[in-house]
């Protein structure tokens, strides 16, 4: 978006900018980790509320240069679609497999593959924005109702949009944004600085582990953790 100023053009990035963004990490990273094609609708709801919807909901706040929280709701059929090609991906035998999205395992490797996707996003801000964010530990849900959530006491003017996501089989999901109202205008041309390191090369250094890890520990703990974060949201 471009405005006119005393003659000169203002470029002036906006909400709509930072989804885009936002949008385009969540595509290529889920892209890159399955192997697969992902996309997006072209078309953006405006909406007032966020929410967590069955049947795997995962939410991540950040703050810094702005504030804000990221939700995906995942079908069930989209999140076993993603989940088998990225496990497969990293090695894993399909025989090994989880059968059932209320499995920790499922919910481990999507709070993952959501912590790459935030992780990629930050690191686009910082180039892109010029400005930093930082992000809690994303929270991720196996649910049969749903939680609104709310952060508009964080907020002073606060925006929410909504995109629909396709996998490889049209399985949906979908992305939920909350931001403060803010713009980012350039005062001057200046060349973005460059990533430290290429989604190819933070997967395959982090993935491999992390999906290994993921498949193997916290099968006890995640139940308590889930509980406890059910308890929190009044559920």
């Known amino acids: 978006m471009s405005i006119q100023n005393a003659g000169e053009q203002e470029t002036v990035y906006g909400t709509e900018e930072i989804l885009l963004s936002l949008c385009d990490s969540v595509s290529k990273v889920l892209a890159v980790a399955t192997q697969t094609r992902i996309h997006y609708s072209s078309m953006v709801q405006r909406i007032h509320k966020t929410c967590l919807k069955p049947d795997i909901g995962c939410f991540v706040l950040f703050d810094g240069g702005f504030s804000g929280l990221v939700v995906i709701n995942f079908s069930a059929p989209a999140a076993m679609e993603l989940y088998e090609h990225y496990m497969l991906n990293m090695g894993m035998s399909k025989s090994g497999l989880a059968s059932s999205y209320t499995s920790d395992e499922v ?129």
């Open 107 to 235: 919910s481990n490797v999507m709070g993952e593959l959501m912590n790459q996707i935030v992780g990629d996003f930050t690191r686009k801000v910082s180039r892109d924005f010029q400005t930093h964010i930082s992000q809690n530990q994303p929270k991720m849900l196996a649910l049969n109702k749903q939680v609104i959530l709310s952060v508009d006491t964080n907020l002073d003017q606060p925006e929410a949009r909504r995109v629909t996501f396709f996998t490889a089989q049209n399985n949906i999901f979908y992305l939920e944004l909350a931001i403060d109202r803010t713009e980012f205008i350039r005062l001057r041309d200046a060349a973005p600085s460059e990533d430290a390191a290429s989604p190819d090369d933070v997967f395959e250094q982090a993935g491999r582990a992390a999906a290994q890890a993921d498949a193997a520990s916290e099968a006890e703990s995640g139940g308590d953790e889930q509980e406890d974060l059910l308890k929190s949201l009044g559920m």
